[in-house]
């Protein structure tokens, strides 16, 4: 596709359910990054990966959370027995090569997934 | 550690008018990348700018205009001649160089009124 796709838009789940949100990047884009977005909070970083590889996983906030990338392009952010402080937009974006590299240009954001725990 | 602050929560201006929204950020690193993000109602955030540390050069670009200061560490956003579409949280960032993870400010939402 054209841009960076994250489906569902929206996901209402039940507290201690488990969740998955997925991230289909850009075509060619190695970089791919997982943020989640509190309301009035700016987005807030959560894992990098380069290729298949989480290059960075700082941001995980507990071991509920996990992310896989198996073929270096599609993402997968999965919680486990979801709490009610989980609800939260999470978004994804994805660039040629890493923020840090000099080479690199700009991270393209999708619109979403707006994950709501009841 | 890396650090983003956005002091200006809100504000709100009269279309037509100039506004600028401040951005300080506090890093130890002396390579590191500075960007400005956009963030409309639709949610997406669309990219305006990324600047390297070692290019201090104010930066144009139609009505939009960037001033990186680093004696002062700021990173300032100016919109001239402000319109309606221009209304959106502004979210400054940072990312230390061979750091690929970007720490954002916590946005500054602007009003802008007909």
């Known amino acids: 596709g054209a841009g960076v796709s994250q489906t569902p838009s929206n996901k209402v789940t039940e507290k201690g359910k488990y969740v998955e949100l997925r991230c289909d990047p850009i075509?060619?884009?190695?970089?791919l990054y997982w943020y989640r977005q509190s309301l009035g909070q700016g987005p807030e970083f959560l894992i990098y990966f380069q290729g298949t590889g989480a290059a960075d996983d700082s941001g995980l906030p507990n071991d509920r959370f996990f992310a896989v990338r198996p073929e270096g392009s599609v993402s997968t952010l999965k919680i486990q027995r979801t709490e009610r402080g989980d609800s939260a937009v999470y978004l994804c974006?994805?660039?040629?090569?890493?923020?840090?590299?000099?080479?690199?240009?700009?991270?393209?954001f999708g619109q979403g997934t707006r994950l709501t725990v009841v | 550690a890396q650090k983003v602050t956005q002091a200006q929560t809100e504000i709100s201006v009269v279309e037509k008018e100039d506004v600028t929204l401040d951005c300080v950020y506090e890093?130890?690193?002396?390579?590191?990348?500075l960007f400005w993000y956009k963030q409309p109602p639709s949610g997406e955030l669309v990219f305006l700018i990324r600047r390297n540390s070692f290019d201090e050069q104010n930066e144009i670009s139609g009505r939009y205009s960037w001033n990186f200061q680093k004696s002062t560490s700021s990173f300032n956003f100016t919109i001239t001649a402000s319109q309606v579409v221009d209304s959106a949280v502004y979210f400054c960032?940072?990312?230390?160089?061979?750091?690929?993870?970007?720490?954002f400010g916590k946005g500054t939402r602007l009003h802008i009124l007909p």
């Open positions: 960032a940072l990312s230390e160089g061979g750091d690929d993870k970007i720490i």
């Open positions: 974006a994805s660039s040629l090569m890493g923020q840090g590299s000099p080479l690199n240009t700009e991270a393209f």
């Open positions: 890093t130890r690193d002396t390579t590191y990348y």
């Open positions: 075509s060619g884009h190695t970089a």
